[in-house]
């Protein structure tokens, strides 16, 4: 039985570098609202226009993480289902590969309608889509969507309009949480969160 009337979604996003431990605070967000008795779920988003994570180098993007369905993706998924204690699927992790296909198989099969097929509004759509239909099948109360790389990442921006198209249609349940690199060089002895807010 979900605990809250209606479903809530938290964009996790980096800021300055990737490696600062996104993933790791996207499963303990979700394990912390576990614990407070909500239902929770997880994606990852991998901006890569690779369909899945297991045509990627495991040298360059990391070990490949299979899902009880079969499905190759990011090592992020298996932070996600030990803290969650749950099994995650295909519906959990996209990529802009994967969304794109998706697009394009659609508008071959006549869903557009005859429709010119544009970047904007329909690949944020489809990753909406896709956020929806993941926390629909888990009953989620509250889903957590990391966002992989940084947030000055071209290749985020489709990832980043789809979350601001959700902030628009519905502000009170959508929620950002960035994660960012706060130096503090040796020289000064003090940290320097100018990157920090070039990075929001």
Known sequence: MSKLKKRKFIFVVGGVLSGVGKGVTTASLGAIFKAKGFSVTALKIDPYVNVDAGTMNPIEHGEVFVT????????DMGNYERFLDTDLYADNYMTT??????????????KYKGKCVEVVPHIPEEVIRRIETA????????????????????????????ARMMKMKN???????????????????????????YAS
Do not use: C, W
């Not at 369905?69 to 990011?74: A, F, P, S």
């Not at 590969?97 to 006549?110: K, Q, T």
């Not at 989620?140 to 790389?149: K, P």
């Open 68 to 75: 009880d369905d079969g499905d190759e993706t990011d090592q």
């Open 97 to 110: 590969g994967r969304v794109y296909l998706s697009v394009i198989e659609n508008e071959r099969a006549m």
């Open 135 to 162: 926390a629909k099948e888990k009953n989620a109360d509250i889903t957590l969507i990391e966002v992989g790389g940084t947030l000055g990442e071209y290749q985020n921006l489709i990832f980043l309009e789809a």
């Open 171 to 197: 502000p009170e349940n959508i929620a950002v949480v960035m994660v960012s690199y706060l130096p503090v060089p040796s020289h000064l002895g003090e940290m320097k969160t100018k990157p920090t807010q």
